[in-house]
T-cell receptor, first 116, second 113 residues
Framework: DAGVIQSPRHEVTEMGQEVTLRCKPI?????LFWYRQTMMRGLELLIYFNNNVPIDDSGMPEDRFSAKMPNASFSTLKIQPSEPRDSAVYFC??????????????FGDGTRLSIL | DQQVKQNSPSLSVQEGRISILNCDYTNSMFDYFLWYKKYPAEGPTFLISISSIKDKNEDGRFTVFLNKSAKHLSLHIVPSQPGDSAVYFC????????????FGPGTSLSVIP
């Protein structure tokens, strides 16, 4: 079974550049989440989608961040322009809604982003 | 405003002994509680969960205890093994916000051989 796939695994870029992170959720999962992990703030939820529709983007730090889910098998998180304080590990996760049980989220291995 | 707190950033335990990881929460509306485990350079993986109608859930070496009146849960690992060395995240959610999970800051567990 393929898990959640994120690309790239590592990204190093200069301040001001556009950064695009990609995620392929587990097939059949109808929820997709973007998280950011930093030493200071731990694991923060940025945005999540249900059936490709953004449900809650209250965690998106500012307008420089945007996320899209054009179809059930692909999502992007874009930062434009990037700043050094955006350096973090970004995780994508997906889950399946099942009213009979509480299905846990399945995480990808993350993208380690460094903005110089 | 941290809704989920893990006050011990790190914990060291001897192999074979019990590891106890603690988590406190502030929102009494949480009704489902999860523990995730994370190895370096990997994403968190689900470990064990408990719903608010229970006070204990056991899965092999892992047991989660929930004390709703104290808004406290704990994860017990016994016996601890070196492969258990990882960061453990406590996570909580509300049934009305089905999939929005709030994570704690994590506790780094080191099991010493």
């Amino acid at each position: 079974d393929a898990g959640v796939i994120q690309s790239p695994r590592h990204e190093v870029t200069e301040m001001g550049q556009e950064v695009t992170l990609r995620c392929k959720p587990i097939s059949g999962h109808d929820y997709l989440f973007w998280y950011r992990q930093t030493m200071m703030r731990g694991l923060e939820l940025l945005i999540y989608f249900n059936n490709n529709v953004p449900i809650d983007d209250s965690g998106m730090p500012e307008d420089r961040f945007s996320a899209k889910m054009p179809n059930a098998s692909f999502s992007t998180l874009k930062i434009q322009p990037s700043e050094p304080r955006d350096s973090a590990v970004y995780f994508c996760a997906s889950s399946l809604r099942d009213p009979r049980t509480n299905q846990p989220q399945h995480f990808g291995d993350g993208t380690r982003l460094s903005i110089l | 405003d941290q809704q989920v707190k893990q006050n011990s950033p790190s914990l060291s335990v001897q192999e074979g002994r019990i590891s106890i990881l603690n988590c406190d929460y502030t929102n009494s509306m949480f009704d489902y509680f999860l523990w995730y485990k994370k190895y370096p350079a990997e994403g968190p993986t689900f470990l064990i969960s408990i719903s608010s109608i229970k006070d204990k859930n056991e899965d092999g070496r892992f047991t989660v205890f929930l004390n709703k009146s104290a808004k406290h849960l704990s994860l017990h690992i016994v016996p601890s093994q070196p492969g258990d060395s990882a960061v453990y995240f406590c996570a909580n959610k509300r049934a009305t916000s089905y999939d929005k999970v709030i994570f704690g800051p994590g506790t780094s567990l080191s099991v010493i051989p």
